[in-house]
């Protein structure tokens, strides 16, 4: 593999693909041949899995607001469902899970989350 496979390869597992555990494998022996960095390697397997864990946290966060919009509200409105697929942070998320605590009606849920 030459080096601009190598960090076409990179790019590709860095932005979209967790690779097998042979790949990976395969991966570092062909980094380490080409002269390569394997810290960058590894940071870069960690941002994978950290934006899966976070894309994990996200939602399950996303289920507790909804479960909590039924319980007060009594339903999940396609307006409501929107605002929650929209909040892409945690403190969106919490900020809405908190206005849902103290939602009565569903307009207490429709404004933007910042």
């Known amino acids: 593999m030459n080096r601009a496979t190598v960090e076409l390869l990179g790019d590709v597992v860095e932005t979209y693909l967790p690779l097998s555990g042979e790949d990976r494998v395969a991966l570092r022996q062909a980094v380490e041949q080409e002269g390569g960095d394997l810290m960058t390697l590894d940071?870069?397997?960690?941002?994978?899995?950290?934006?899966?864990?976070?894309?994990?946290?996200?939602?399950?966060?996303?289920?507790?607001?909804?479960?909590?919009?039924?319980?007060?509200?009594?339903?999940?409105?396609?307006?409501?469902?929107?605002?929650?697929?929209?909040?892409?942070?945690?403190?969106a998320l919490t900020t809405l899970f908190d206005r849902a605590r103290a939602a009565h009606v569903e307009v207490d849920l429709l404004a933007p989350v910042e």
Do not use: F, N, Y
Not at 58 to 83: I, T
């Open 43 to 91: 940071a870069t397997e960690l941002t994978w899995r950290s934006r899966i864990d976070l894309e994990a946290a996200l939602r399950a966060r996303r289920e507790d607001v909804r479960k909590v919009v039924q319980a007060h509200v009594g339903r999940v409105s396609p307006e409501v469902e929107a605002v929650i697929r929209e909040a892409q942070t945690e403190e």
